[in-house]
């Protein structure tokens, strides 16, 4: 029987606790609401049922996608009279024939990705679904269990030296963060700065995956996916100061980093600004490799954004141009539940995102985000789908953010309690949990990482410090492509050459 | 919609100078009731929460509206009024405005929320394709006169790309709307009255940096200050200075200091920028002969090259000197370089003195 459930990391069920296990099976209702709910901590089967009743829902009433028995709980009045089932008896997404045209199989290691296409199919026809409550990539419960039983030995999701990455990789962002906040009430960061305090799982999960010719588009949160992707700390903090030696050459600031290098292209300040950029970018990506026949050129594109984007048109639209050309994106929302002080609950007709994947004919999966290891594997199969040319994927990671909007929201409106829950689930500290208790690493060797970052945080500081300032005639450069782009001023010189071109004096 | 009579009763000891059909009666600002110093964003609190009093089909909506906004200037607001009626909107400009629409159209009056002005370009295209030409393609059939959009813009001092744009330059092309920026509290509340209550669709633009910089003392009451008026705010007979919003403190401190070399500068805050009134600027430039006009948006195609066309156009022989314009510079607007690309008041000095000189 085919259970609509978020998405099942299989792997994962053997190396968590119990507690864990369900976390990832429980899908978002729950976890949604604002209230400090723990979750259900029951067997995985009956605890899909269980917690649908156990919880309050202070949602309007959501289908109950998890039921086994379409007829005998509550449907949304809602889709009942708008759809027939009929409708629906089809396939909702176009589950193309990649899997057939493409050479490549499904990986054959231990663990099958359990949403990949072809096992999909299979499980659907398989069954009588109704249809209309698909969420997504969709896995048996019951197939992962028994899978899991026949498992022997416990396998671990990653070794040491994975481990430490993921741990360095997080601290790095923690400490940086932080170390913005301090600047910023020090005086030498100014602006509209956004921190990514508590994110870092989804940061690290993703974009550790990653090469160096893959690219990220983020948003305006976008510190720690530059420092992820490869950017050094130094050239983001003196970004952040206005300098040089940022690597925006101080244009930018703090919600526009780019790196030509380590292709960031950008941080957007503009919510969903981002999305077509990405599409665009995997579109050339799929280009390069069809049309231009450079075989090897299967470079993924991520687009990083939020819960309140999603309501905006910039990303339905990107969604079906990527799913209708299979573009090798992967559409990872940051679902931290407030858009400033407008929760998600309140803002969306349907809150659980990752619904609006199928709709357009991708797969929508769901994670939890304050965990990397969980990510991490998501992002392995969405990425790996991408590189294979099957399309793009539409993940959302559960997450939350520590701090306010940004620096200069007194971030009153969130209940202390719904934060101090997620604080409990802070994704470094279950990291560090996760390594010593596995005995992959001492606590010896973590305290020596967190050393190690403080150091280059530091050193970041003092290297923004010392940059010059840029000079006053880089204001006039890059507007357009030539620089002399303002053409000839009335005495015959360029005008932007002329000093009155910037005439009188500065007064701050 | 019967609101002449609600300004008749309102105004109370008031005085109501003028009324004409469909425009906004005039009450002097600084009329009876009391006064309070307040600021731009109070001042701003106390117009919504009239126009919502007095007219039970008007709307706030917008971005985190309900909680009093990022700029607190709907505190209260959905306290008072209800949800049904404040209500914060997903994060969709393009939808905000384009539901503004539709609710002015039936008859409500939509105070749309737009959080910054540089985020209003995607709805660019409902406001200039649709609420302008609303009633002008229907025959006068419908029309969405009810709708309002309040936007903060302009400097900041560290607002960046994203958070310092001056995008009036892009309305003021369209016929249809109205476009109208208040300098000061005081006139923030009568002007944005004027605007919720004014038939025809109005963009309206607020000087962020003045938010809580600015104080004035804001009668209490109901009063609304006419539309399409630039008020001479400063009498002078060397040279004529116009601008609006935020920089006309700018240009204020640049008077001052011209007045020390004995230069006279007229300044006018023009207000409305569409329509604009050119009847004022005319008069006040057949009297000085110069003109000098001043705002925060890039130069090229900014508004006043629309000032300084039509004044040429009307006052060519009467000019002494060239129009002068001291504007942004043509580049996006940029974070470190803010103070250089600003026109600053030592900028309009020197022009001041060029133009006086020429």
Redesign the interface.
């Known amino acids: 029987m085919c259970l609509q459930l978020t998405y099942v990391v299989k792997s994962g069920l053997v190396g968590f606790p119990l507690h864990q296990l369900n976390t990832k099976i429980l899908p978002t209702l729950s976890a949604t609401i604002p209230t400090p709910f723990p979750l259900v901590f029951s067997a995985p089967i009956v605890s899909f049922l269980s917690f649908i009743f156990s919880s309050p829902l202070s949602l309007p009433s959501s289908p109950p996608i998890f039921s086994p028995f379409p007829s005998s709980l509550p449907i949304r009045k809602k889709m009942a009279t708008a759809f027939s089932p009929s409708k629906f008896a089809a396939q909702p997404f176009p589950l193309n024939t990649t899997s057939q045209n493409n050479p490549l199989t499904i990986p054959t290691i231990a663990s099958p990705f359990l949403g990949s296409t072809r096992k999909l199919i299979r499980l659907c026809s398989s069954s009588n679904l109704n249809l209309r409550r698909r969420s997504g990539t969709v896995v048996a419960v019951s197939d992962v269990v028994k899978e899991n039983k026949s498992k022997s030995t416990p396998n671990l999701l990653i070794t040491k030296e994975e481990g430490l990455e993921l741990y360095e990789d997080m601290v790095l962002g923690r400490a940086f963060e932080d170390m913005c906040a301090q600047m910023y009430y020090r005086g030498k960061m100014?602006?509209?700065v956004h921190l990514y305090n508590g994110q870092e799982a989804v940061s690290t999960g993703f974009i550790k995956l990653l090469k160096q010719q893959d690219s990220v588009v983020s948003t305006y949160r976008d510190h720690v996916h530059a420092l992820s992707k490869g950017v050094s700390a130094r050239a983001v903090m003196s970004e952040l100061f206005?300098k040089t030696t940022g690597c925006c050459r101080?244009?930018?600031?703090s919600?526009?980093m780019f790196s030509r290098e380590h292709n960031v292209l950008g941080g957007f300040?503009?919510?969903?600004e981002g999305i077509p950029v990405a599409t665009g970018a995997a579109f050339t990506s799929k280009y390069k490799r069809e049309v231009l026949k450079e075989l090897d050129c299967d470079h993924v594109t991520l687009a990083f954004f939020g819960d309140?984007?999603c309501?905006?048109?910039?990303f339905f639209e990107c969604l079906n141009m990527a799913a209708l050309w299979k573009l090798p994106i992967v559409f990872v929302v940051e679902n931290n539940l407030w858009?400033?002080?407008?929760s998600h609950l309140?803002?969306?007709s349907d809150p659980q995102i990752y619904k609006k994947g199928p709709a357009f004919g991708m797969p929508g999966v769901h994670v939890d985000g304050m965990d990397v290891l969980k990510v991490r594997e998501v992002a392995k199969e969405a990425i790996g789908r991408a590189r294979r040319g099957e399309g793009p994927t539409l993940v959302e990671c559960e997450t939350y953010r520590f701090r306010g909007h940004s620096l200069a929201d007194p971030d009153e409106?969130r209940d202390p309690a719904e934060k101090a829950h997620y604080a409990a689930r802070d994704p470094i500290t279950a990291l560090k949990k996760y390594l010593i208790e596995n005995n992959l690493t001492s606590e010896a060797d973590l305290k020596a990482i967190d050393k190690k970052i403080d150091e280059v945080v530091e050193e970041a500081v003092e290297f923004a410090d010392e940059s010059p300032?840029?000079p006053?005639s880089?204001?006039?450069e890059n507007?357009f492509a030539d620089p002399k782009g303002?053409g000839i001023g009335p005495d015959g010189r360029y005008r932007c050459e002329d000093p009155k071109?910037?005439?009188?004096?500065?007064?701050? | 919609m019967g609101f002449r009579n609600i300004i008749g009763r309102r105004l109370g000891l008031g005085l109501v100078r003028r009324r004409k059909p469909f425009s906004t009666a005039t009450c002097d600002g600084d009329g009876n009731g009391n006064a309070k110093s307040i600021n731009l964003y109070s001042a701003i609190n106390q117009a919504l929460h009239i126009a919502l009093e007095t007219d039970n089909r008007a709307f706030v909506f917008g971005e985190d509206v309900s909680f009093g906004g990022v700029f607190r200037c709907t505190t209260g607001l959905a306290d008072r009024f209800g949800k049904a009626r404040v209500f914060n909107t997903p994060l969709c400009e393009q939808g905000i405005v384009g539901f503004g629409i539709g609710l002015a159209a039936m008859g409500n009056r939509a105070i749309a929320e737009i959080q910054f002005a540089d985020y209003i370009y995607p709805a660019f295209d409902q406001i200039v394709n649709e609420a302008a030409k609303f009633r002008y393609r229907s025959g006068n059939q419908f029309n969405c006169g009810g709708l309002t959009i309040r936007a903060p813009y302009g400097a900041v001092g560290h607002g960046g790309h994203y958070h310092s744009q001056s995008p009036e330059a892009f309305f003021c092309h369209v016929p249809g709307i109205k476009v109208v920026i208040p300098r000061s509290p005081r006139q923030a509340k009568g002007l944005l009255l004027s605007c919720i209550r004014d038939p025809n669709p109005v963009v309206f633009f607020e000087p962020k940096w003045l938010y809580r910089l600015a104080v004035e003392e804001v009668p209490e009451h109901d009063y609304m200050l006419p539309l399409s008026e630039a008020e001479v705010i400063r009498q002078g007979s060397d040279i004529t200075l116009v601008g609006w919003g935020a920089q006309l403190s700018v240009m204020e401190q640049a008077c001052n200091e011209a007045e020390k070399d004995g230069i006279s500068c007229e300044l006018i805050d023009l207000k409305t920028l569409l329509p604009w009134d050119k009847e004022t600027v005319e008069a006040s430039v057949r009297k000085t002969g110069r003109v000098l006009i001043s705002h925060e948006a890039p130069v090229t195609g900014g508004f006043g090259a629309e000032i300084s066309a039509s004044i040429v156009e009307r006052c060519f022989l009467r000019l002494e000197a060239p129009v002068a314009r001291v504007c942004g510079l043509d580049t996006p607007f940029p974070l470190v370089f803010e103070p250089f690309y600003m026109p600053t008041k030592n900028k309009i000095l020197d022009a001041i003195k060029a133009t006086v000189n020429y």
Do not use: C, D, K, S
């Not at chain 1, 300040?269 to 969903?272: K, Y």
């Not at chain 1, 309501?311 to 910039?314: I, T």
């Not at chain 1, 071109?501 to 701050?508: D, K, L």
């Open positions: 100014f602006g509209f206005g101080g244009q930018g600031g919600m526009h300040a503009f919510i969903g309140g984007t309501n905006n048109g910039q858009a400033i002080g407008m309140r803002a969306t409106l300032v840029p006053r880089q204001l006039l507007v303002f071109f910037t005439e009188g004096t500065a007064q701050v």
